[in-house]
């Protein structure tokens, strides 16, 4: 039986004209029990590289689910621009043939 707890730790510090300043920092900490055979074709070595894999790609998966995908609505939520231009469809559109037919020769 292998015990495995593991810990991110992640820190996003923004400071700029646009954004103004901004720190966010937050920890993810994860405990698994896995049991496995060993043997000459798995190794104790071969079964812990398994289970720090496992744990790898769960813990990825959920930090961009908790932590860059939360961050990104709040901070979108606290920053919006109240007074800022409205741009139309006709504004878009314009925009849009511009940037397709870049690079077209004529």
Do not use: F
Not at 70 to 90: F, I, L, Y
Request: proline letters at 2%; one cysteine or more; charged letters at 20%.
């Amino acid at each position: 039986t292998y015990k495995l707890t593991t810990t991110i730790m992640i820190s996003m510090d923004t400071n700029g004209l646009a954004a103004g300043s901004t720190s966010l920092a937050g920890s993810l900490t994860r405990q698994s029990t896995t049991t496995c055979a060993v043997s000459a074709v798995s190794p104790h070595l071969s079964n812990i590289g398994r289970a720090i894999e496992q744990m790898e790609i769960e813990m990825r998966s959920n930090m961009e689910a908790l932590y860059i995908q939360k961050t990104n609505e709040a901070v979108a939520n606290v920053r919006s621009v109240v007074d800022g231009p409205k741009q139309g469809g006709e504004h878009t559109k314009k925009l849009n043939e511009a940037v397709l037919g870049r690079g077209e020769k004529e």
